[in-house]
């Protein structure tokens, strides 16, 4: 199983960015998918995760309703669209598949959900 994290670099506060996950190995309709971050000198915190089947999405509260999460099934590719960004979103962003099949619900509260992670993109918020 494979992912690669895409997308990241540079942009103003306020500005988007949209980050890919492509994964191989590992069908996503039947896998969650969860983003977290790590800023430099802090841990790596839960951004967003998007379940298998119905593709239900699950925010942490620092990001709800700034970013939104999406699946393409046929290109096996999760997606983070960021809007609205602040500085504090600056990070190295990760995805990360759920080695389990159709578990239902996801979450990013901790990172015990997660058996495959990809190496990572940066994200920089700066004017």
């Known amino acids: 199983v494979q992912l690669q994290a895409s997308g990241g670099g540079l942009v103003q506060p306020g500005g988007s960015l949209r980050l890919s996950c492509a994964v191989s190995?590992?069908?996503?309709?039947?896998?969650?998918v969860g983003w977290y971050r790590q800023a430099p000198g802090q841990e790596r915190e839960g951004v967003a995760c998007?379940?298998?089947?119905?593709?239900?999405?699950f925010f942490v509260g620092s990001v709800k309703g700034r970013f939104t999460i999406s699946r393409d099934n046929a290109k096996n590719t999760v997606y983070l669209q960021m809007s609205s960004l602040k500085p504090e979103d600056t990070a190295v962003y990760y995805c990360?598949?759920?080695?389990?099949?159709?578990?239902?619900?996801?979450?990013?509260?901790?990172?015990?959900?997660?058996?495959?992670w990809g190496q990572g993109t940066l994200v920089t918020v700066s004017s």
């Open positions: 190995g590992l069908p996503l309709e039947n896998h969650a």
């Open positions: 990360a598949a759920d080695g389990l099949r159709d578990v239902g619900a996801c979450t990013v509260i901790g990172t015990q959900w997660y058996e495959y």
């Open positions: 998007i379940s298998s089947g119905d593709g239900d999405p």
